[in-house]
């Protein structure tokens, strides 16, 4: 996994990460990102966006936006996230002006996640991934919270057992 979130707490003060939720693969049910990491960054070339509730305490900006080919997507974005090393970063048919792009492509069954985004300039052959300066566009429908899959086994047990 790309990511590790979440610090032990010592006597120096420091304070516990809690992780709200996992972002996994609705295909396959592989880990893709935490909910810790979603953040909102508008696209100026979104057609549409709105806020969805992910967790209890997470809402998070859903924006549709529209490929070259007339293809719609429903994207949120993270900040680090699992995908498989692709190449090379595409300039043209950016939804963010300033930052190139590359498929997100899940580790373990290959399903289209999203996409990585990093800056032009540091959009290099070297830069497998994206820097702290890059993000991941995650694909909505794609995507499902580890909390609402738990839930789902959590309520068959419960009618199991009555």
């Given at each position: ?26 295909t ?18 979104a ?36 995908c ?6 595409t300039?043209?048919s ?41 993000f ?27």
């Amino acid at each position: 996994m790309l990511f590790a979130y979440g610090s032990l707490a010592h006597d120096n003060n420091e304070e516990e990460t809690v992780i709200e939720d996992f972002f996994i693969c609705r295909t396959c049910g592989n880990d893709v990102s935490v909910a810790n990491l979603a953040f909102d960054k508008y696209s100026p070339l979104a057609l549409s966006a709105t806020n969805h509730t992910f967790t209890e305490t997470r809402s998070v900006l859903i924006q549709e936006v529209q490929n070259p080919l007339g293809i719609r997507f429903h994207i949120f974005l993270v900040k680090q996230a699992s995908c498989v090393k692709i190449h090379p970063w595409t300039h043209k048919s950016t939804w963010f002006p300033g930052y190139a792009w590359k498929v997100c492509v899940c580790p373990k069954c290959h399903t289209l996640l999203g996409w990585m985004f990093e800056p032009t300039e540091s959009a290099t052959a070297e830069q497998s991934f994206p820097s702290e300066a890059g993000f991941y566009a995650l694909i909505f429908q794609n995507i499902i919270t580890e909390g609402y899959v738990n839930s789902l086994l959590m309520k068959e047990k419960a009618l199991r057992d009555n």
